[in-house]
């Protein structure tokens, strides 16, 4: 089945460490996308990659890195500089063009310990 | 200036009736695309409805529709004979940009939870 995965479901982190998000879509889209969800924020888009290789900061970029290597993949690294990590990340994916939702993952759970 | 606004934190609603979602959206692009998602409890993320801005006909899927007001700038949810099951976080999404090369930004809005009453 077609789709996008998000791994861990739950991860939990030191203060201090650097931890990464995996997002890898079989859907041959093109472009991806990684949010932050914190309860009563919505979703504030982290980073965006409409192409391999080329990525763009969102609105709350700070503390995070992100690649793109593969067109299926697009991690994120969630570093020590982010100041308050613990939050819901959702990563999506959709076509480049058209009348095309974006598709999301089930989610990781982060928490700082 | 936020993007999107949803200025309904939480509604209300009795099985059987009627709701409208609002959605105000700011962009100066010409073409972009406008969305709903419902996100129950577990936290996954599904498409409802989709409006393109050069869309003369408002979109509907089944029990929803979306009431497009260009001039406006406004893109409301309608969704007819509520259900249990509707009870949910709802949120509007715009994705801008539609040039070749673009970077198609898609930005959400902090959502409304909506409650449906038996």
């Known amino acids: 089945d077609g789709g996008i995965t998000q791994s861990p479901k739950y991860l939990f982190r030191k203060e201090g460490q650097n931890v990464t998000l995996s997002c890898e879509q079989n859907l041959n889209h093109d472009a991806m996308y990684w949010y932050r969800q914190d309860p009563g924020q919505g979703l504030r888009l982290i980073y965006y990659?409409?192409?391999?290789?080329?990525?763009q900061k969102g609105d709350i970029a700070e503390g995070y890195s992100v690649s793109r290597e593969k067109k299926e993949s697009f991690p994120l690294t969630v570093t020590s500089a982010q100041k308050n990590p613990t939050a819901f990340y959702l990563c999506a994916s959709s076509k480049k063009r058209g009348s095309t939702e974006a598709f999301f993952g089930q989610g990781t759970r982060l928490t700082v310990v | 200036a936020q993007k999107i606004t949803q200025t309904q934190p939480g509604m209300f609603v009795q099985e059987k009736e009627a709701v409208t979602l609002d959605c105000t959206y700011d962009?100066?692009?010409?073409?972009?695309?406008l969305f709903w998602y419902k996100q129950p409890s577990s936290g996954e993320m599904i498409f409802l409805i989709y409006?393109?801005?050069?869309?003369?006909q408002n979109a509907t899927e089944g029990r929803y529709s979306l009431n497009f007001q260009k001039a406006r700038k406004s893109a409301n949810l309608v969704i007819s004979a509520s259900q249990l099951g509707d009870s949910a976080m709802y949120f509007c999404?715009?994705?801008?940009?539609?040039?070749?090369?673009?970077?198609?930004?898609?930005?959400f809005g902090k959502g409304t939870l909506l409650t449906v009453n038996p």
């Open positions: 990659s409409q192409i391999v290789n080329d990525f």
């Open positions: 409006q393109g801005s050069y869309d003369e």
């Open positions: 999404a715009m994705r801008e940009g539609g040039g070749g090369g673009s970077n198609y930004k898609l930005t």
């Open positions: 962009t100066s692009d010409q073409s972009y695309g």
